[in-house]
């Protein structure tokens, strides 16, 4: 007679955030200047891809997105080899085909789990269709269409 653990049902599926994306990534020594700090290029290219998952995923399907700019980014805090980078993107602001998304970054100690606020920055998206031309995105849910100066920190990653 053999013991069988009992077949627990599927899990409720939790559809992503429609408008917000986080993400987590490790420092290493191959994305630092000879100081040990990260190259801004890197970690502007962490930010483009959260905002690309937000702007991805407030567009909805029908197409693609494109980073059309890059604004106001502001490194405050210098995110060292061995550290941890993460990321809150979320979109802020929404016209017919653009959406504008926030991106906070966090530098965090690994061993104390300590975050600070290293870097934060806008990004402007503009969705586009299958024929290649603008397509219109939702609005934002009521209350959230506005444009912070100041991070989320309630919703740190």
């Known amino acids: 007679?053999?013991?069988s653990a009992p077949v627990q049902p599927p899990q409720?599926?939790?559809p992503a955030p429609r408008s917000r994306a986080r993400?987590?990534?490790?420092v290493f020594p191959k994305d630092t200047n000879y100081l040990g700090t990260a190259f801004g290029g890197f970690v502007l290219s962490l930010m483009d891809k959260a905002a690309?998952?937000?702007?991805?995923?407030h567009a909805g399907p029908g197409g693609a997105v494109v980073t059309a700019r890059m604004d106001g980014v502001d490194f405050r805090t210098p995110i060292r080899v061995g550290d941890a980078v993460a990321l809150d993107a979320r979109v802020v602001r929404v016209g017919r085909s653009s959406m504008t998304i926030q991106v906070d970054v966090y530098r965090e100690h690994m061993a104390s789990g300590e975050q600070e606020l290293a870097t934060t920055g806008l990004f402007v998206f503009v969705a586009i269709g299958e024929d290649g031309t603008p397509r219109p995105v939702p609005?934002?849910?009521e209350g959230l269409d506005i444009a912070s100066a100041h991070p989320d920190a309630e919703a740190r990653p």
Do not use: G, H, Y
């Not at 993400?23 to 490790?26: G, W």
């Not at 690309?52 to 995923?57: F, G, H």
């Open 1 to 3: 007679m053999t013991d």
């Open 52 to 57: 690309s998952v937000a702007a991805v995923r």
């Open 139 to 141: 609005p934002l849910a």
């Open 23 to 26: 993400m987590l990534e490790l």
């Open 12 to 14: 409720p599926r939790t």
